[in-house]
């Protein structure tokens, strides 16, 4: 048996969990820059937390220039407000786009140069300073995982950076914080860890021999299924409902421990093809990121059903499809995907999303350039094959 797992040092699920992060900053550091997500600027839960640090002896600043799917411009304001403040910790409050704002800021301000000389895996030459993740989306994962995604205006598409270094040293998940996600936000990220879950479950096995290498991912392993599978439960059983009844925290608990299982699957099985060919997608129609994979991943999972038969079965049955011969639940497993994203509202075509058909193989040629996740796919992820799946994404079919 293989099993290899990356994750923060803590990690504190709850309701209420936000108000353990005083202590937990206590512990790592005395001078905190809060990255907040800009609808929580005049917040109560940014006061209360301010108030709570300052009772425990901590200095804290606030910063909440965070812009959605982070352009470079906006780390480069994080990093001025860091160093002006002398920040020794982050606490990241916020979407996937704060969280990596912190990261990439810390990034920064530890090792100096510029956002695009960390582009890529394992460009980033040692530690930064802890960050404390608190997420108020159920969706990235980003508090768990060693990833940023970064928009560089000098590239189209937007660009990964992927190292250990990035791993927040604390995440700490509270589903009330979520229940102010309107619907379309608890659909783009919910689509977002769903993707996640299933993507890292049937990614390329791991090997011990990964480990000699200097890759960040490693492919699946014992400890990633059981968090990817379980992850998928979660998320069949409490998304739709989040959707619908936005204030069931029952149903918001199950959608934020499903995003935070899937981050800590991913963030060492790596994601695949559906995320490889968001990039091209998200570049053109400038659509969300979970928007984007939502669409994509029946369509991925329908590609990789010829060398995934079992574990597409098993993603069946955790979204409820009962026992039934394997074959038959390997063939219901994008359909079911299908179902709960038209539950949530995504949409089911490229075309409806307004990508244009003519750059059909553009998009395809520059999925595959995303060789760390075109790699990671269980079956190859030729042009070709890129193309197959997103002319059935553009049909929607
Ligand atoms: P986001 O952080 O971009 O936020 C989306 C919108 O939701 C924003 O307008 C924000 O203000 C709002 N919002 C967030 N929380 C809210 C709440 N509780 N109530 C009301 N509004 C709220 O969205 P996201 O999906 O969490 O993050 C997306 C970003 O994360 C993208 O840049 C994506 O590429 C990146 N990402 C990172 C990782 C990773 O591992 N680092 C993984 C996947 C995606």
């Known amino acids: 048996m293989y099993a290899v797992l990356r994750s923060p040092g803590e990690i504190v699920f709850g309701r ?38 300052e009772a425990a002896g901590l200095r804290s600043a ?25 920040a020794d910790i982050f606490i990241a409050i916020g979407g996937g786009s704060s969280i990596d704002t912190a990261k990439m800021a810390a990034v920064v301000v530890a090792h100096g140069g510029d956002v695009p000389d960390y582009y890529g895996e394992g460009n980033v030459p040692g530690p930064i300073a802890p960050i404390i993740a608190v997420p108020t989306t159920a969706g990235t994962g980003s508090e768990v995982t060693p990833v940023a995604v970064v928009t560089d205006p000098a590239r189209e598409s937007k660009i990964g950076v992927s190292s250990p270094y990035l791993i927040p040293a604390v995440a700490v998940c509270d589903p009330e914080l979520t229940l102010s996600c309107p619907p379309s936000v608890t659909a783009a990220s919910g689509a977002d860890a769903l993707s996640h879950a299933i993507e890292s479950y049937t ?45 069931d925290i029952q149903a918001r608990s199950l959608t934020m421990f499903g995003s935070l299982l899937a981050g800590l699957a991913f963030g060492t099985a790596g994601t695949a093809a559906a995320h490889a060919l968001q990039y091209p997608i998200g570049a053109i129609t400038h659509t969300s990121h979970g928007v984007g994979v939502g669409l994509l991943l029946p369509h991925a999972m329908a590609l990789n059903a010829p060398a995934r038969q079992q574990e597409l079965a098993d993603v069946a049955r955790a979204m409820g499809a009962g026992d039934k011969p394997v074959n ?8 079911l995907v299908r179902e709960l994203m038209t539950q949530i509202g995504i949409p089911l075509s490229l075309e409806e999303l307004g990508f244009p058909r003519d750059r059909l193989d553009w998009a395809a040629e520059q999925g595959t350039h995303a060789k760390r996740l075109a790699d990671n796919n269980p079956v190859v992820l030729t042009v070709e094959a890129a193309r197959a799946v997103l002319e059935a994404a553009y049909a929607g079919t």
């Open 203 to 247: 990614a390329r096995k791991g090997e011990v021999g990964d480990l000699a290498s200097s890759r960040v991912f490693m492919g699946a392993s014992a400890l990633t299924d059981l968090l990817g599978l379980e992850a998928i439960r979660c998320l069949a059983a409490g998304l739709a409902q989040a959707y619908r009844q936005p204030d």
């Open 16 to 53: 209420g969990a936000r108000r353990a992060v005083p202590a937990l900053v206590a512990a790592r550091g005395s001078r905190a820059l809060i990255i907040a997500d800009p609808f929580l600027a005049d917040s109560v839960e940014i006061g209360e937390l301010r108030t709570e640090l």
């Open 328 to 335: 038959e639940l390997a063939d219901a497993a994008p359909r």
């Open 62 to 86: 606030l910063f909440t220039d965070v812009v959605p799917e982070l352009p470079v411009s906006a780390i480069l304001s994080a990093v001025r407000a860091a160093a002006d403040f002398e």
